[in-house]
């Protein structure tokens, strides 16, 4: 199940940030979170393809990011248990 809260936050930060960051001067890692956010269950990173026992492509799943700053990622961790 998504999260409306966890959607609408990587989705502000995907609409907004690159014209904000355009003009501003940040730190490398806070770059580095915010591109992989900005690319989280996107093309760019990636995906594997689900499929059903006949053998036709059911569902594109695109990697997450994998950074502990992405909610999307942090959601999905909590979800398989991989965080501590
Ligand atoms: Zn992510």
Redesign the pocket.
């Known amino acids: 199940m998504k999260s409306v809260e966890t959607d609408s936050v990587?989705s502000t930060i995907r609409r907004f940030y690159p014209g904000w960051s355009r003009y501003r001067r940040l730190r490398a890692d806070v770059k580095r979170a915010a591109s992989?956010?900005v690319?989280?269950?996107t093309s760019r990173?990636g995906a594997r393809l689900e499929r059903c026992q006949c053998g036709h492509i059911c569902h594109i799943k695109y990697n997450?990011?994998?950074?502990r700053?992405?909610?999307?990622?942090?959601v999905?961790s909590e979800r398989n248990g991989w965080l501590d």
């Open positions: 990587c992989r956010i690319d989280c269950r990173l997450s990011c994998r950074h700053s992405c909610p999307r990622t942090r999905a």
